[in-house]
């Protein structure tokens, strides 16, 4: 199977959709929709809490019975400022409704009904710079394990023209604490100008997964298990927003030792 999903049209505004079923792993889904103005998605799940992160545009949203109205800030994912986002629980009953042009990545991964549907502000969402020189990459903690949470975790990343991210090649396949925890990943593309490409490489230490990806806009790339960079060309800069589950909330990777070294600088 392809780690490489590329987007078409599913149905109605969807043209992302992986499940555990899909992507033959325990743990992670991911959706992403365009919705028109005033164009209205129902969405619920049984089992699965979900995060919606309103990528850019407007919407209401209500869970059950609240309702956060207006929903939303900025209109590009390139713009300089954090997103918006809605936490859900399992077996709750959600409608968007778009006030405009929408772009909406929902996030899902197994709920137990521990915490209730709110509002994460962009001001409550912590924001670092990570690597220097040409790995240099800005990130966006949209609900880290520090956040109240069932099993997500979601993570954006902004990479400018000519750098690398995920990088060096980081692995979180094994679950070993506290040397390393188990999480399955998602990475969901964005390229700035849109015709541009990024590449992602997906590899393991015995190279029984060893995949090289050109990855488009609105592209998701599945990460099962291995080491996962992301290198930008020239000209475009790369957005991609990140979704991990396991079986422990917990991220601890490990960098792959044959590039190691250049932390030590």
């Given at each position: 199977?392809?780690l490489?999903?590329?987007p ?6 969807c ?20 919705l028109?103005e005033f164009?209205l998605?129902?969405w619920e ?5 979900c995060?919606?992160v ?6 209401n949203?209500?869970?059950d ?6 929903v939303?800030?900025?209109m ?13 629980p399992n077996?709750?009953?959600i ?7 929408l772009?909406l ?7 137990f009904?521990?915490?209730?549907a709110?509002?994460i502000?962009?001001?409550e ?5 990570r690597?220097?020189g ?6 966006c903690?949209?609900l ?6 069932d ?13 690398w ?12 604490i506290?040397?390393?925890?188990y999480?399955e ?5 964005r390229v ?8 992602q ?5 015995d190279?029984s ?5 050109a ?5 998701v790339?599945?990460?099962?298990k ?7 060309p ?6 991609y927003?990140n979704?991990?589950?396991g ?14 070294w250049m932390l030590?600088?």
């Amino acid at each position: 199977m392809s780690l490489l999903s590329r987007p078409k049209n599913i149905k109605g505004s969807c043209y992302q959709k992986i499940t555990p079923q899909s992507a033959n792993w325990d743990f992670v889904g991911f959706e992403a929709h365009d919705l028109k103005e005033f164009e209205l998605l129902d969405w619920e799940d049984e089992s699965n809490e979900c995060c919606l992160v309103i990528l850019s545009g407007m919407a209401n949203i209500s869970v059950d019975e609240q309702e956060f109205k207006s929903v939303g800030e900025r209109m590009s994912v390139f713009d300089d400022i954090n997103p918006h986002a809605i936490y859900a629980p399992n077996k709750s009953k959600i409608k968007i409704t778009a006030l405009t042009k929408l772009e909406l990545a929902i996030a899902i991964a197994p709920g137990f009904g521990n915490f209730p549907a709110r509002h994460i502000k962009p001001d409550e969402m912590s924001s670092e710079v990570r690597g220097e020189g040409s790995n240099e990459r800005f990130i966006c903690n949209i609900l880290p394990e520090q956040e109240k949470a069932d099993s997500l975790l979601v993570v954006e990343v902004k990479t400018p023209s000519g750098n690398w991210s995920s990088y060096p090649p980081h692995k979180h396949d094994s679950d070993n604490i506290p040397v390393e925890t188990y999480l399955e990943e998602t990475y969901y593309h964005r390229v700035n100008p849109p015709q541009g490409f990024a590449f992602q490489r997906v590899y393991t230490d015995d190279l029984s997964i060893d995949e090289t990806m050109a990855v488009e806009d609105k592209c998701v790339v599945l990460v099962p298990k291995g080491y996962h960079p992301v290198g930008v060309p020239h000209g475009y800069d790369s957005y991609y927003l990140n979704v991990m589950a396991g079986p422990k909330r917990q991220w601890i990777f490990n960098n792959d030792p044959k590039h190691e070294w250049m932390l030590e600088k």
